[in-house]
Nanobody, 121 residues
Framework: QVHVVESGGGLVQAGGSLRLSCAASGSTFTINTMKWYRQAPGKEREFVALISNAGPENYAGSVKGRFTISRDNATNTMSLQMNSLKPEDTAVYYC???????????????WGQGTQVTVSS
């Protein structure tokens, strides 16, 4: 399976910016969709943003206009630029990758361990 690792989390003040990165590695795979989810303490994991090879980007309404998702297909990496951060953005952010092997007709999915983002008020 594909191994996924997030990085770039940290502590920032409200109104500040942070850039998260996600790297996918493995053998003989092709990535279709890469996405970010987050989970705050005591809450369910929620969708943040998504990007595919050829389709448009998608964002949750709560982050639209503040967050920007991008990817580099040559390196199988993805970034989430987060601007105008709010305390309610505090959560563990997870990177998910949808991928397939050329021998298989079905997409598979892998998740990283998450990176902590804390926004102080």
């Amino acid at each position: 399976q594909v191994h996924v690792v997030e990085s770039g989390g940290g502590l920032v003040q409200a109104g500040g910016s942070l850039r998260l990165s996600c790297a996918a590695s493995g053998s003989t795979f092709t990535i279709n969709t890469m996405k970010w989810y987050r989970q705050a303490p005591g809450k369910e994991r929620e969708f943040v943003a998504l990007i595919s090879n050829a389709g448009p980007e998608n964002y949750a309404g709560s982050v639209k206009g503040r967050f920007t998702i991008s990817r580099d297909n040559a390196t199988n990496t993805m970034s989430l630029q987060m601007n105008s951060l709010k305390p309610e953005d505090t959560a563990v952010y997870y990177c998910g990758v949808n991928y397939f092997y050329s021998i298989s007709p079905n997409y598979r999915q892998s998740w990283g361990q998450g990176t902590q983002v804390t926004v102080s008020s």
